[in-house]
């Protein structure tokens, strides 16, 4: 709040001040600040003024300008804690907490007493720890990079697939399967249940066989996982694919429940939420859930789990086995 004191006056100077402090009490931020603008005119050099003016503009949220007051502040009475104290109260608004912490110490050391900087200290303490996590929440989101995680399979899928043209290939389609669907995971917490294909550029009829096919349903029951699973293998005979992914979220999944086995199936990742990724070959197969949890009000995807797919299989073998 505004403060009643700073020194001798005359009766005119005063009144603007006691004017602005009660503008400054009603609310009406605007008028005070003006009417500290024409006090600070009358008295340049009168430390109150300009801290007033700076609660002013802080309520205004005009931060640079309320930092300029409270340093003018602090310069004009540097062993006024209330100057200190403004200017920690205006950091902390600009979230520039480890500044906002420097100043409330000063603060301290002139009044080491007040109660209300010591609770600031602590407050902003807290924000700054939540601050920093986010931060590094964002920055794991922004970074998360599949290539990176994948690439230590690239000699397994170089001695399968062969010539390197074609390894690179299914490789570059996996990558950017799994990293489409952690973006939509990250964006919604969702994504939609799907089998994306690897089609043959000269066989497959692209007219007839789309790259992706929604199983929105395959998950309801044995009957539909069943009359699901037949479809898409006859599917991947049909459009020659020559690889499929499978991207499906654990929570729309009544069958097959594959994270309720034991002994050898016995599901290690407690009750994460996440997503499955089920990659399928003639060649090679592989299975992942990717667990997720929200932090700091964001999603945020985990290192991807590789699983045991004789174990944990969300669909059976797609495409006949190959040697």
């Given at each position: 709040m505004a403060e009643a004191g700073g020194g001798p006056s005359s009766g005119g100077r005063?009144?603007?001040?006691?004017?602005?402090?009660?503008f400054f009490k009603a609310g009406n931020y605007l008028k005070a600040a003006a009417l500290y603008t024409q006090a600070i005119k009358l008295e340049p050099s009168n430390p109150t003024l300009y801290s007033n003016r700076a609660a002013a503009f802080l309520h205004l949220v005009k931060l640079n300008k309320a930092l300029a007051d409270a340093d003018t502040t602090i310069s004009l009475n540097p062993q006024w804690d209330k100057g200190y104290f403004r200017k920690g109260c205006i950091l902390e608004a600009m979230e520039r907490y480890d500044d906002a912490i420097s100043a409330f110490q000063v603060a301290l050391q002139y009044n080491p007493q007040s109660s209300e900087v010591s609770k600031k200290i602590k407050r902003i303490t807290q924000l700054a720890r939540e601050k920093k996590?986010?931060?590094?929440?964002?920055?794991?989101?922004s970074s998360f990079d599949m290539r990176n995680?994948?690439?230590?399979?690239?000699?397994?899928?170089?001695?399968?697939?062969?010539?390197?043209?074609?390894w690179q290939d299914i490789f570059s389609f996996l990558t950017d399967v799994m990293d489409s669907a952690i973006k939509a995971w990250h964006e919604t917490g969702q994504v939609d249940p799907r089998v994306n294909f690897l089609l043959d550029k000269q066989k497959t009829?692209?007219?007839k066989y789309a790259p992706v096919v929604n199983i929105d349903k395959a998950?309801?029951?044995?009957?539909?996982h069943n009359n699901?699973?037949?479809?898409?293998?006859?599917?991947?005979e049909d459009s020659f694919s020559r690889a499929a992914c499978l991207v499906a979220p654990k929570s729309i999944m009544a069958?097959?429940?594959v994270w309720k086995g034991q002994g050898s199936r016995k599901w290690k990742l407690g009750q994460s939420n996440g997503f499955f990724v089920q990659f399928e070959s003639p060649l090679l197969r592989k299975l992942w859930f990717i667990p997720s949890s929200t932090e700091k009000g964001r999603i945020l995807c985990r290192n991807p789990e590789a699983l045991d797919i004789s174990a944990h299989e969300?669909?059976?073998?797609?495409?006949?086995?190959?040697?």
């Open positions: 005063a009144t603007l001040k006691d004017q602005g402090n009660e996590r986010a931060l590094e929440v964002e920055n794991i989101r995680f994948l690439d230590p399979l690239k000699p397994e899928f170089s001695s399968k697939f062969g010539a390197e043209e074609v009829q692209t007219d998950f309801e029951s044995p009957h539909t699901c699973f037949s479809f898409l293998r006859q599917y991947a069958y097959p429940q969300v669909l059976p073998r797609l495409y006949k086995e190959s040697f």
